[in-house]
């Protein structure tokens, strides 16, 4: 975000006040935070501006997934504040969540004055070195004059090149002296040049390998929502008729009504994305990183395939896959330039055959679609198809925001998204409580949108405080609870792979009591508490969530338990080993994917 406001006369003010009109002048009208002892001198001014809104939430934690959310949604940078010490701490969390997704926020602490700082003063922490391997840069500011630049530098920082966390310290005594306040401030940051153009060279160099292949996939990674870039790669998907897969952090990056996208990759993707990847001979990678997730056994992965890989951040390129044709580039760029470039070839008669390709990935999509098996008790309601339902009734134009586990992975796969921004969740670092505080910023920064926050039982205790801050301020975002009674991902992997030992996995203290009761607990906050236990109500209860807009509401949804997230490949394997559940059909598991091996070596041959 750039400083945009027009220049002003000096002005004799406080660095707390100095802090404040900087924040208007980048543009922030939001702010989550819980005022502290280190930071109460900013949070006096910031009582006086009728630009600045602060939500005061109940957990710091809580205030860092809400800037995501905010900026997750919109693109703009999201901002939350806190104290030192513990309360810089419990941003921690939320700080390197974002730094992982490329999620641009700017996280602001006070800290004790200068002269203690060193001195294990009282709520003392140095969260500057805390923060250092998960932020994209920070400051300690200890004089009140360098508070413009700093502000101005953090958003510049936070907002360009590869998105990301930039944290701002205040000492105290920073905060209380008098300064001069002048904006726009003059700034320099001496080897920070992001290149958002790329070289002709590789682009020229990708559309030959593109003209020459013959099973190539689209392998569309989060970097292109951050770019907002889907209008490029619908383009560019319509010129060249590529098949395409969209990774976790890059659903609606592609609508999934497109004919030719195939689904999500990966260790819970669709079998024809992970086969195509496989199968294929280039990926052209846009503003994906070659996530372990995603890759699986790294030795095996695509092994047939050259690589084009295109992103934002050179430090990506060649770190886990050695690429063909490394390009540097914002994805917006790169892609408007490859479609020009690939526009020629073909207008040259140079274009890329792919029909034989196309329909034999077209064949895995229609022989191996996302399904889920029905509970063998026809009167418990499956995970899936409440979430299926849920996206069904809420339609594209709504956000969804998921915790981490099973039920984030149902999300990503039974909720069609149509749309980029319309799917929010903790990809990298895998942050269960994301979900709530995620889905309160992102109905702030788009107040028009349905709102929902699909979460588990597990990952819903550890924020759900923030529905205090939801009702007191008017934020009314809707909670799904997908309650299996336990931590469901990690029990699916102790019935996998422990034998069914199931330690410490078990939410429910006692047999018959819901501890807590969800309903009850939801309406303890002031929220509507629904509960749906009979696959017969599951529709009619979600439509009841959506016609209250004036609250928050909470469904809890008692589902299977037992229910598990299929495909699946374990970690640390090859792709080529994706299974699906033992009693669905159609199945897939290595001896189908040596059939298919074989037919294909017998339709070379002939």
């Known amino acids: 975000m750039a400083a945009h406001s027009r220049v002003r006369t000096p002005v004799e003010v406080t660095g707390a006040q100095s802090l404040v009109l900087a924040l208007e002048s980048v543009g922030v009208d939001t702010v989550f935070g819980i005022p502290g002892g280190a930071i109460l001198p900013a949070y006096d001014p910031l009582l006086d501006s009728v630009k600045v809104r602060h ?46 997704d490329s999620i641009p926020i700017v996280a602001i602490t006070g800290q004790v004055s200068s002269a203690a700082i060193g001195t294990d003063a ?9 923060t250092f391997p998960i932020t994209k840069h920070n400051y300690l500011v200890t004089k009140a004059a360098d508070i413009p630049r700093v502000i101005a530098e953090a958003f510049h ?20 002296a008098r300064t001069t306040f002048v904006w726009p401030p003059v700034f320099e940051l001496p080897g920070y040049r992001p290149v958002t153009r790329p070289h002709h060279k590789q682009i020229r160099e990708a559309a ?31 010129l060249t008729q590529i098949p395409v897969v969209t990774t976790l952090m890059a659903r609606g990056a592609l609508p999934d ?34 996530d372990d997730r995603v890759t699986g056994q790294l030795s095996s992965f695509a092994p047939h395939a050259k690589v084009i890989h295109a992103d934002i951040d050179p430090a990506e390129i060649g770190k886990n896959r050695v690429a063909d044709v490394p390009i ?6 790169v892609l408007a330039d490859l479609i020009d470039e690939v526009d020629r070839d073909i207008d040259a008669g ?68 149509e749309r980029p921004n319309a799917w929010l969740n903790s990809g990298g670092l895998g942050t ?37 801050t939801c009702v007191i301020n008017d934020i009314p975002i809707k909670v799904a609870i997908i309650n299996n009674s336990s931590l469901g991902m990690v029990r699916q992997w102790q019935s996998l792979f422990y034998n069914e030992r199931y330690s410490n996995t078990d939410l429910h203290t006692s047999v018959g009591r819901r501890i807590p009761d969800f309903v009850k607990l939801a309406e303890a906050y002031g929220c509507v508490g629904l509960r749906c236990e009979r696959p017969e109500d599951v529709d009619a209860t979600i439509r009841k969530a959506m016609e209250i807009n004036d609250v928050p509401v909470v469904v809890d949804f008692v589902v299977h338990r037992d229910a598990m997230v299929w495909p699946m490949v374990p970690s640390g394997v090859s792709n080529d080993d994706i299974q699906v559940a033992k009693d669905t059909a159609p199945q897939w598991d290595r001896e189908e994917s040596e059939k298919i091996e074989e037919i294909e070596e017998r339709e070379q041959q002939s």
Request: include cysteine; hydrophobic fraction near 45%; proline fraction near 5%.
């Open 157 to 176: 920082l936070a907002s360009t090149g590869r998105p990301g966390p930039v944290l701002v310290d205040i000492s105290k005594d920073a905060l209380q």
């Open 257 to 290: 009504s497109h004919p030719l996208h195939l689904g999500m990759p990966g260790m819970h993707g669709s079998v024809a994305a992970v086969t195509a990847l496989q199968k294929s001979d280039l990926l052209i990678t846009l503003g994906a990183r070659f």
């Open 122 to 130: 009282f709520q003392e922490a140095d969260i500057r070195g805390i």
């Open 328 to 333: 540097v580039g914002d994805c917006k760029a």
């Open 432 to 468: 269960m409580g994301y979900s709530v505080p995620a889905a309160m910023g992102a109905k702030v920064a788009e107040p028009d949108r349905v709102v929902w926050a699909i979460d588990g039982d597990g990952c819903f205790q550890m924020t759900n405080q923030e529905l205090a």
């Open 350 to 417: 140079k274009a890329g055959d792919y029909e034989e390709w196309r329909q034999q990935t077209t064949g895995w999509k229609k022989s191996f679609p996302l399904g889920y098996t029905t509970p063998e008790d026809a009167d418990t309601v499956a995970p899936q198809a409440v979430i299926e339902a849920i996206g069904r009734i809420a339609g594209p134009e709504a956000t969804y925001v998921a915790g981490v586990g099973q039920h984030q992975m149902w999300a990503a796969q039974f909720v069609q998204y």
């Open 55 to 100: 939500i005061l939430v109940r957990h710091e934690q809580g205030a860092g997934h809400a800037a995501e959310g905010y900026a997750a949604a919109t693109g703009k940078v999201g901002v939350c504040m806190a104290t030192s010490g513990p309360g810089a701490t419990n941003l921690v969390t939320a700080i390197a969540d974002a730094y992982m």
């Open 208 to 238: 030959r390998l593109i003209a020459e292949a013959k099973a190539p996939v689209l392998y569309v990674g989060g970097g292109v929502i951050r770019a907002g870039a889907a209008e490029e790669l619908a383009r560019f998907v319509e």
